[in-house]
């Protein structure tokens, strides 16, 4: 009859295994080298001056007509291949398609005068022309996400080459609606606020800057990544996750002046796209000339891009066939969890020539 | 804290720092998300952004005395170098269609050559069948002569079977009228 402890409801029992996991997880995290980045294999088939067009080649191809991927200008494109078994690009490689990835690179000081519409005549058209050469197929798919969907996009209006299918994932087409501070966004608009000169006195928007940005529209203060990671540090798969997902939202590329001048002011301010008032060397931007296939994807949990940006887009199109699906997806874990590639063969399949 | 499952510390933590992180964002929401503080910013990044294009030109201008290469000196090199690789890659586009115009003038050619082959196959074969149709056409005069002769010979037969005929004819009636004559004698 032993007598029980009078401080047993007191001190908690702890899972002692759990625990040791955790902390040992933790200082791995502190210690380790960063995790391997990009394993899908791949060949660099074209560059132009801090841009490369790399090729994926596919594991069996199955399909004629390759996938170009056309990323934003925010952030490093290697979150479409973040982790072994969750990669967007893995799978689609091994589900038999041919991709094509431009990596905008970082830009330089020098780059400070390239805009939206320089990054799309030289750069997107020569990758895309490539990109159809190297894999002789006669026609092609782009596919865009965020940023890049609006630069896919307004590409595809006025593209000469043949681009077949158009899909767009949580892309911006209608500016209006905005998810942050809305006395900001009404300030930009009525001009209260300007940011001309120090675009002018920068040149271009250094990486710290750009996160900032992003912090200010979401979230300024921002700790919670590291409470979830310690709640769950024993999960060594969650703490892998953590680390790469981690990686890349830090992972920030500084941002041409000229760009973000017509980012801000062009398409934020004056919402000229679905207006049809930019233009791109000597061609108006009328999304009603995109003939291609259009799928449109968008985020539900998306707290970046809202839906009612994408939608104008199915009705602006005049595509033959259009699809429209929303997912039970945020804004970035639609790449980091794969589920994207699922999604595109889905609706690609059918599409991209069968061999 | 029950004894079923094992106390987890950090759980109630990560919920309290979301709730705490809401809050604060939302707080500061509260201060920035007005039209005041929007001017204030814009107030603050002119003064920011006149600031630093003063340190920039005292820099060039200090750079320039002390013969140090300043960031627009390298943007100017790094800028030759674009234009550099701009024109390269306008070469080989245009080495590509010129490549492709060959190309598809090879092929061109090629399917001339083959069509100029079949003709002059067909040539010989209508030479030698013009050889034949001549040979065949001498041998047929030469039969065409030798029918003509035949012909001739037929026809001397027939008016040479004609005049035996009529020389026959003579014949027999000279025979006829003789022994009339040979009568008469015996009778005296």
């Avoid at chain 1, 933790?26 to 060949?43: A, C, D, W, Y």
């Avoid at chain 2, 245009?94 to 079949?118: A, P, T, Y």
């Avoid at chain 2, 026809?155 to 079977?161: E, G, P, R, T």
Wanted: charged share 30%; glycine share 4%.
């Amino acid at each position: 009859m032993a007598a029980d402890s009078p401080l047993k409801g007191l001190i908690p029992d702890l899972d002692y295994d759990k625990e040791m996991q955790r902390w040992a997880n933790m200082f791995k995290v502190l210690s380790e080298p960063e995790p391997q980045i990009g394993h899908t294999p791949r060949n660099e088939i074209w560059r132009k001056n801090k841009s490369v067009l790399w090729h994926y080649p596919a594991k069996q191809k199955k399909y004629e007509i390759p996938l170009f991927f056309v990323y934003s200008l925010f952030n490093k494109p290697y979150i479409l291949d973040i982790a072994p078994k969750t990669s967007v690009i893995e799978g689609l490689t091994n589900m038999g398609y041919e991709v094509y990835l431009l990596d905008w690179g970082s830009p330089g000081y020098e780059d400070k005068k390239m805009g939206i519409d320089t990054y799309i005549e030289k750069y997107l058209r020569t990758a895309v022309k490539r990109a159809i050469r190297h894999s002789g197929a006669e026609e092609i798919t782009l596919i865009g996400y965020c940023l890049g969907g609006t630069i896919a996009s307004i590409y595809a209006s006025i593209a000469e080459e043949p681009i077949k299918n158009l899909i767009v994932a949580t892309v911006p087409i209608d500016f209006q609606p905005f998810m942050g501070p809305d006395k900001w966004a009404e300030g930009l608009r009525e001009g209260d606020i300007d940011f001309e000169r120090f675009i002018d006195t920068y040149g271009i928007i250094p990486p710290k800057l750009v996160e900032g940005m992003f912090r200010a529209i979401g979230a300024p203060i921002y700790f919670t990544n590291y409470t979830n990671l310690l709640h769950r540090a024993h999960d060594s798969k969650y703490v892998d996750k953590w680390r790469r997902m981690n990686k890349w939202t830090l992972d920030q590329v500084p941002f041409a002046g000229e760009a973000y001048r017509q980012l801000a002011s062009d398409l934020f301010k004056e919402n000229k796209l679905i207006k049809g008032e930019i233009m791109v060397g000597n061609k108006q931007v009328d999304l009603r000339n995109i003939k291609a296939n259009l799928f449109v994807v968008s985020g539900s949990r998306d707290n970046l891009i809202l839906e009612e940006q994408s939608k104008p887009l199915m009705d602006l199109a005049s595509s033959k066939d259009k699809s429209y699906i929303t997912v039970e997806a945020g804004h970035v874990s639609l790449a980091l969890t794969g589920l994207f590639a699922k999604i595109v063969h889905q609706w690609a399949s059918s599409r991209s020539n069968p061999l | 804290m029950s004894d079923k499952k094992n106390y987890d510390p950090y759980e109630s933590l990560n919920k309290f720092s979301l709730v705490w992180e809401k809050q604060i964002n939302d707080f500061i929401f509260l201060i920035t998300n007005n039209k005041d503080f929007v001017k204030m910013s814009d107030r603050g990044t002119d003064l920011h952004s006149r600031y630093l294009e003063t340190f920039k030109k005292n820099q060039e201008a200090l750079a320039s005395v002390l013969n140090l290469p300043t960031k627009n000196d390298v943007t100017n090199v790094a800028n030759l170098t674009l234009q550099a690789e701009e024109k390269m890659e306008t070469l080989e586009e245009q080495i590509w269609d010129l490549q492709d115009s060959v190309k598809s003038q090879n092929k061109e050619i090629e399917s001339v050559v083959e069509v100029s082959k079949e003709i002059i196959k067909l040539t010989k074969q209508l030479k030698t069948e013009l050889v034949k149709t001549k040979k065949e056409l001498a041998d047929t005069k030469g039969l065409h002569a030798e029918l003509q002769e035949l012909k001739f010979e037929l026809l001397k037969l027939n008016d040479f079977k004609q005049e035996f005929e009529t020389i026959k004819e003579l014949i027999k009636e000279e025979k006829s009228s003789e022994p009339v004559l040979t009568g008469t004698a015996s009778g005296n």
